[in-house]
């Protein structure tokens, strides 16, 4: 079989799922060293993506659909001009399937993934049940790569001068997918536990999106030394971060899947919402704390998890 010279790579989003796709990544442009790879992302996840050191170039996709005919087609030149020898789908969803056909009608490139007629299909009946990562190697071993490492995070950098950030601190991640509520520990919860770390000399570091400036307005308005982060960080500023950390503790939330693989030490709280078996973070150092209901989680349980007084 001849190598193909130019590789596709599909990683549409989320945050926690891009850092578990890390490792696939890695395997793949170890596998095609001499090829020019291309991920296919979005918009989120782009400026971030371009600095891996596993892609050549990165595109966006705009997620056009069936309304926006024009976007439509010129997504569909754009693929199939990339002149592509293997397509690897790491995203596996409807889209990502529609895609494979939108590359068509004629010879299409060989395929690593679940759309019907794949190549190289991932047809694991378990793979709904396995975790991301045991997934993801698992359909790469179909497509010939046997050995796939752990997300790393070492070539990130960042500036983290603008933040003043103290010598000991712990991140709290109290935010979540908004639509989603039930995956958030009460964030009055939070505010206790950064009491707690305050009176234990320890700065509470409180991250989050720009949508979640309320969180963080919430736990500073409780304890002033807080450092209310919220709206103000990129991506490679929280793996960063996560360097100088003592201690992370946080919702099921992409933000928590970046600190545990940069390294920091992680408390990550589930409840009935999602399944740690299928998609907790991985690193070092994880704890993972479930209730069916976060608000049964009591605020002494979080603290009981961090190794200092």
Not at 17 to 36: F, N, Y
Not at 50 to 76: F, I, N, S, T
Not at 116 to 128: L, Y
Request: charged fraction near 25%.
């Amino acid at each position: 079989m001849t190598p193909a010279r130019r590789i596709l790579v599909i990683k549409l989003g989320a945050l926690g799922d891009v850092v578990q796709a890390l490792g696939p990544m890695a395997a793949i442009r170890r596998h095609h060293g001499d090829a020019e790879i291309t991920l296919l992302t979005t918009a989120p996840f782009a400026k971030f993506l371009a600095r891996a050191p596993y892609v050549d170039r990165v595109w966006v996709d705009e997620r056009p659909d069936w309304r926006a005919p024009g976007r439509l087609l010129r997504l569909r030149r754009r693929l199939r001009a990339g002149d592509f020898g293997r397509v690897y789908d790491l995203q596996t969803s409807d889209r990502s399937n529609w895609y494979f056909h939108l590359m068509g009608p004629g010879a299409r490139p060989q395929w690593s993934g679940i759309a019907r007629g794949a190549s190289h299909p991932h047809d694991n009946p378990k793979r709904d049940r396995q975790h991301t990562i045991e997934r993801q190697a698992d359909q790469l071993l179909r497509a010939g790569i046997s050995r796939v490492p752990p997300p790393d995070l070492s070539w990130v950098e960042a500036d983290l001068a603008r933040f003043a950030l103290p010598e000991r601190f712990v991140v709290l991640v109290p935010g979540a997918a908004a639509h989603r509520p039930a995956k958030r520990w009460p964030v009055e919860r939070y505010a206790e536990l950064a009491t707690l770390l305050a009176e234990r000399g320890v700065t509470p570091v409180v991250l989050g999106g720009a949508g979640e400036r309320d969180l963080g307005a919430a736990i500073r308005a409780r304890i002033a030394a807080a450092l209310d982060l919220t709206g103000r960080t990129e991506l490679e500023d929280i793996a960063a971060i996560g360097r100088r950390a003592l201690w992370a503790i946080g919702n099921d939330t992409g933000p928590m899947h970046l600190l545990a693989t940069a390294g920091t030490a992680s408390t990550v709280l589930y409840s009935r919402e999602s399944d740690p078996a299928r998609t907790a973070p991985r690193g070092a150092c994880v704890m993972i704390l479930c209730r069916p209901d976060l608000a049964e989680l009591r605020t002494a349980e979080v603290a009981a998890t961090l190794p200092f007084g």
